[in-house]
């Protein structure tokens, strides 16, 4: 087979190639995937639409098979297969898919459970009032253009003639040919009241529009968290909007078994199977990545949705819900792409532009409308007056007619000697008898009249803008009242974001350090209080050659920090502190903070809020001391910060949160304690990078070992001394100081040994004295280990070297003066020693459960 060389065109393939696919692109852009602005609809649906209004299917005629709908489609106007078709006009009649469905279903529709419907010839659909209301009406009055269909047999609509921002209303989504366009559904009187502000104030913006149009309304309801992405998508026409379902924690009575907690979801977001949702919480459940759940089952019927979580009884209801938000589809981003067609072209537009276009063709749909009545009545008008010549010469155009050899002869003379048109000689021509009786008459002089009147009015309307926007006005106003409905997503006001902390109950907690950096975390009631002078329990397996050295009570949204001996602070979340069960050693802290091998971490802190009236009480090993505000603490870095300049040999070893009205005690280990106050005058506020001042004069062969704070209320109350008389003020407790509620100093030695001693025994003194004695000993071995200011009500945990750990009540250790060896506290093995003290915090409120609380009420 061979081929003529005049038949071969000789082309680039690059432009080829380029050009073939741009027209497909442009092909798909404009006839598949994105819709027009002016009337929401892809062509599909369009097409759907006005084949449904051809066949009769308005609201108050029968329900027809959707099979001879999607036949009419296929045969006329869109050449694709019919599961296309079908599945667009499914979703026209979700009610869960479409804010304000525009096709009625009966049948089998689907569900939100992603259940298939019916096939096409078992449904049967019709129109919405709302789409021959809003959408079809006046099509038939050039409000718009039609074109050829894809066989030249048929006529279709380029846009149909919608009467409200249809693409805002329900929205859209599809994906094209290197772009898409994911549009929220919104409320239509929203919509419309939006609409008529432009009306009346053109140069309105796009955050002035908010003020009406709140945000998105989906038609599954549910919750927008923060108006960040709604901002976002209508200024500058993308943004990312958090929604939430909605739940609640409800208590659910059990036959014969205790009442149990259970959250309860009735809304979901937009778009979210819940099948599939109540499965991935089962599958996540199972896998263990959920924890607190006994139980999913699916509550829903025709009255509403309703999914039952079920929770076992030692789980915090609002962390498993609020893990439900992080880690499942009940919480989740819809990305807001503002882009549809206008003119033919895609363009991503704000909220303004998208009403802007809507009335613009609005503006212009009214025009034409008008222009067609205005045409219309005027050809009416020129008939009538053509009636009213012959019945004004009624006699002479009788003559006339039966004189005429025929018709076309009458017609020529009526129009020559009338000067008629040949349009009015017509009319005559074929006008009935009974038309000629007096009555008649004057119906065609009435009808001229009001003609004349609708005429001047069409053409006024023409002439003024205003009027086109009144009726713009009037027309949206009546369809608010028809078909507007109720708000169905709340907007939520908070940014709603959720954070860790949200996401773990804020217990109370202990975090061990052990002399090797070893680090773990455990559930303060991992230990019971336990009676004075037991051994306890085991609280880490520690080596041989290991001890703990930092022992720390907290709370689990607590921030920890941690000094260093070279004075440096790093910060880590409470929670992020890995646990561990009694036994376990922890992790090393080098995994956790990046500190070097011979960086070694000499004192934590737990801190709930950097507040600007707190400070941050810094002591060194050679007994230096300063102050410096928390506030400047509130932000460290992952390499850590500078908190204290350290001279040459020196280290930080005790960091304390103190008030400027507080007092500070601290005991050597000799048992020596000196009292002084935090203000000003004794320890005016340093920045981070100062070295301090010296705090207290040691004797031969003592060291510091333990430093507290005295609230300002008890400091208030105690007398300023200026000499430092170890004797004076050292008499035996009397009656009342045995039974004072607090607070105490809290003594404990090494060997176990504790006892308590009012306050008030240790008299304010000057900065670097070398204060009062605390306590005696009872073997040479024995030192100080700890002293700290409780309460009566307080709890302390005791540790030993070998991680033997024991919490008991503070009220268990008797009071005695300041002289006194103090009772035995905790019973120790050989060779074993107190390594540590700490307080439990009090019990932290569960704000969360009260809230939730408070909103199922």
Same mark, same amino acid.
Not at 248 to 268: F, M, N, S
Not at 797 to 809: C, K, S, V, Y
């Given at each position: ?9 000789? &082309? ?76 667009? #006009? ?124 709140? /945000? ?7 919750? @927008? ?13 993308? +943004? ?62 025709? %009255?509403?949705?309703? @999914? ?54 609005? @503006? ?40 005429? *050899?025929?018709?076309? &002869? ?8 009338? /000067? ?86 804020? *217990? ?27 051994? +306890? ?9 290991? /001890? ?15 000094? %260093? ?35 070694? @971490? ?16 810094? #002591? ?24 204290? %300049?350290?001279?040459? /040999? ?38 981070? %990078? ?58 404990? &030695? ?70 006194? &060896? ?36």
């Amino acid at each position: 087979m061979t081929f003529s060389s005049e038949r071969i065109i000789p &082309t680039d393939l690059r432009n080829e190639m380029s050009r073939s696919y741009l027209e497909y692109a442009m092909s798909v852009i404009v006839g598949r995937a994105l819709p027009d602005a002016k009337d929401g609809l892809k062509p599909v649906h369009r097409r759907i639409l006005y084949a449904m209004y051809e066949l009769g299917l308005t609201p108050e005629r029968p329900f027809r098979k959707c099979a001879r709908v999607v036949g009419e489609v296929l045969g006329k106007y869109h050449p694709h297969g019919d599961s296309a078709v079908y599945d667009a #006009l499914v979703r026209m009649a979700q009610s869960f898919s479409m804010r304000d469905p525009l096709i009625a279903g009966h049948g089998n529709f689907g569900s939100v459970d992603n259940d298939p419907p019916a096939a096409m010839r078992y449904t049967e659909c019709r129109l919405q009032s709302l789409t021959t209301n809003a959408l079809l009406r006046d099509i038939e009055s050039e409000t718009v253009d039609f074109v050829d269909n894809f066989d030249g047999s048929q006529q279709e609509p380029v846009v149909l003639p919608a009467r409200i921002p249809q693409l805002l209303l329900n929205g859209a989504s599809g994906i094209a040919v290197g772009m898409a366009t994911n549009i929220p559904p919104h409320n239509l009187g929203e919509l419309i009241e939006g609409a008529i502000a432009l009306i009346h104030n053109p140069e309105i913006s796009d955050p002035g529009l908010r003020e009406f149009i709140k /945000g998105p309304d989906f038609p599954t309801g549910g919750q @927008i968290l923060g108006v960040s992405g709604i901002r976002d998508a209508y200024i500058t026409g993308r +943004g990312s909007i958090t929604m939430r379902g909605v739940a609640q924690i409800e208590t659910i009575e059990q036959r014969g078994r205790p009442d149990r907690d259970a959250i309860i979801i009735t809304e979901l977001p937009f778009q979210t199977n819940k099948a599939a949702l109540i499965e991935k919480i089962a599958e996540m459940v199972n896998d263990k990545r959920l924890e607190g759940i006994s139980d999913i089952r699916d509550e829903s019927d025709r %009255s509403g949705m309703r @999914i039952v979580v079920e929770l076992r009884r030692d789980s915090n209801p609002r962390v498993v819900l609020n893990n439900l938000y992080k880690q499942t589809p009940l919480q989740m981003n819809f990305g807001a792409n503002m882009l549809a067609l206008v003119d033919g072209e895609p363009q991503l537009l704000t909220l303004k532009q998208f009403l802007q276009v809507f009335l613009d063709f609005r @503006i212009e749909a009214i025009t034409r409308r008008t222009q067609y009545e205005l045409r219309k009545a005027q050809e009416r008008d020129h008939l009538l007056q053509g009636l009213l010549i012959a019945l004004e010469n009624l006699d002479a155009v009788i003559r006339l007619i039966r004189a005429a *050899a025929d018709s076309a &002869t009458a017609k020529a003379q009526l129009v020559e000697q009338f /000067g008629l048109s040949e349009v009015q000689a017509d009319a005559i021509l074929q006008m009935q008898l009974r038309r000629l009786t007096a009555l008649e008459a004057e119906k065609i002089l009435a009808e001229h009249e009001e003609l004349l009147l609708k005429i001047a009015d069409l053409q006024d309307i023409l002439a003024k803008r205003e009027r086109i926007e009144a009726i713009i006005e009037s027309e949206v106003t009546e369809i608010k009242e028809t078909h507007a409905t109720p708000r169905r997503t709340a907007i939520v006001p908070d940014e709603g974001e959720i954070l860790d902390t949200d996401l773990i109950a804020n *217990a109370q907690a202990i975090v061990l350090l052990t002399e090797q950096g070893y680090i773990k975390r455990m559930p303060v009631d991992t230990f019971g209080a336990q009676s004075r002078a037991t051994r +306890g329990k085991a609280a880490a397996k520690i080596k041989e050659d290991d /001890g703990v050295e930092h022992f720390l009570s907290c709370c689990d949204h607590d921030h920890v920090l941690f000094f %260093s001996d070279r004075g440096v602070v790093y910060s880590v979340p409470a929670y992020q502190i890995p646990a561990g069960s009694r036994t376990a050693r922890g992790v090393p802290i080098v995994q956790m903070l990046p500190i070097s091998r011979d960086e070694k @971490i000499t004192s934590m802190v737990s801190v709930s809020e950097f507040t600007e009236d707190e400070y941050l009480v810094m #002591l060194t090993r050679n007994g230096y001391i300063k102050k410096t505000a928390l506030s400047a603490f509130s932000k460290i870095r992952a390499n850590g910060l500078i908190a204290i %300049s350290l001279a040459e /040999g020196d280290q930080l070893r005790w960091v304390r949160l103190a008030r400027e009205e507080d007092s500070i005690i601290i005991g050597s280990r000799q048992g020596m304690a000196i009292h002084f106050k935090a203000d000003r005058q004794q320890l005016r506020p340093l920045g981070r %990078s100062t070295r301090g001042v010296k705090s207290m004069k040691l004797r031969k062969n003592d060291e510091i070992i333990s430093m507290d704070v005295i609230s300002a209320q008890v400091t208030a109350s105690i007398a300023t001394a200026a000499d430092e008389d170890d004797d004076e003020n050292n008499e035996d407790l009397n009656s009342e100081e045995l039974i004072t509620p607090g607070p105490w100093v809290l003594a404990i &030695t090494t060997g176990g040994y504790g006892k308590r001693v009012p306050v008030t025994k240790f008299r304010l003194q000057n900065r670097a004295g070398k204060g009062l004695t605390a306590t005696k000993f009872r073997g040479k071995e024995d030192r100080l280990v700890a002293l700290h200011v409780v309460h009566q009500d307080d709890e302390l945990m005791l540790i030993t070297n070998r991680g033997i750990m024991i919490r008991q009540a503070v009220n268990a250790i008797p009071p005695q003066s300041r002289t006194a &060896t103090g009772v035995r506290v905790q019973r120790l093995d050989e060779d074993d020693a107190i390594a540590a003290v700490a307080l439990v915090p009090p019990a932290a409120e569960d704000e969360e459960e009260e809230e939730s609380a408070a909103e199922t009420e």
